[in-house]
């Protein structure tokens, strides 16, 4: 593809995602898999047991998850990553707690069903420490699971999860890519430059845990290798003709409990429909983020929003700032991005991401809010998004 600043419609050519997708995993691509399913390396944890307690053997594992989910198709499943489940079952009793005591008090989370049919654990990591520790310790003291997070991320990740539970009946959701991009609007995405599209699949690693074993009928995740490597993905995915043709060529892979799969956040997916008659499908999802992307310093944005409204209002109304420069004030100041945030109260609203604290700024003057009502507002904004 040409060099290209900015991405837009014209650049999602079908004909070149196909050649994309064409491609075929070879075995000696991936020497350390067990096995090749429909373009997806499968690997035996307890094969890999003992190079992963070599540090020389593992920098060479660690390589190759690394190549495949950045250059190769995209997706890898640890086979076995729990080779005793108990850890997993104590989860998943401790998890259906949650799920009930959350019902109870109204706060059920229905992700992508008619509502009922799904449940939704947001941020299940802290919550599951916060209930209990030692199976926290036990469930996340996976050191499989640690080696493919470094693979793609390096030391320092930050992980969160949230578990989803999809009963029969359960839809499918369509294909779609993940954050940092996937979550934004088309709009939104077409205002970040070409590298950052390159740079988003990067900062992150989508993985699931199986807590239950998963048959093709119960819809696991529905995958499509090697698309995360077309660049302007993160428009492509909305587009009709691409959505057709990763229904017509997607893959979906069996798992069993205490598998786990890991894929590129920019990997066209979706979840799949549960079409099986009594089996309520729980996944642990696993969302784990670069450690590097974050500030130098820390900044009272808050402190800095309620000191700069009613100075940019007055400056405003006396002309002597227009709305460009207005608008630079305020990235200066506030927070431009909606994550991370508490997804229980802070919810998106009208689409995928919350209104950040810039936005709110910009809504208050377009408004008129008085500092006082503008104060109040950041008040509630902040209280929605603490943990």
Known sequence: MKDIVYFDDDDCDLEAFKKQIDRKLEAADVPHAAEIAKNVPIYDVAALSGLLSD??????????WAHVLGRSSGVLVLRGAYDDTTPVDDATKAYEAIIAAERADGRAADHFAAAGANDRIWNSLQKLCEVS??????????????????????????????????????????????????????????????????????????GAVAHCDMPVESGPTKLLPFSQQFRPGYLAYRFPAFARLFEERCIQLPLAK??????????????????????????NLLQVSSPLGRAMEVVDREGMCRQLYPVVQALQAAGRLNAAQSAAAIAACAEGYSFPTNLDSDPPVGGL??????????RALAEGMTHAQFEAALDEHTTRRRP
């Open 258 to 283: 205490g598998d786990a799969v890991f894929f590129s956040p920019a990997l066209f997916h979706a979840a799949g429909e549960n079409r099986s008659a009594d089996i309520n499908r729980m996944a």
């Open 133 to 206: 520790p030692e199976i926290f310790a036990t469930y996340f003291g996976n050191s499989a699971i640690a080696s493919v997070c470094e693979a793609w991320l390096g030391p320092g990740y930050q992980m969160t999860a949230q578990v989803n539970l999809v009963r029969p009946g359960g839809k499918a959701q369509t294909a779609h890519r993940d954050y940092h991009l996937g979550f934004q609007s088309a709009a939104e995405a077409k205002r970040f430059p070409a590298h950052v599209h390159d740079l988003s699949p990067v900062m992150t690693l989508q």
């Open 353 to 362: 991401a919350p209104e950040t604290q810039a936005a709110l700024f910009h």
């Open 55 to 64: 540090d020389v053997a593992r920098r060479a594992v660690l390589e190759e």
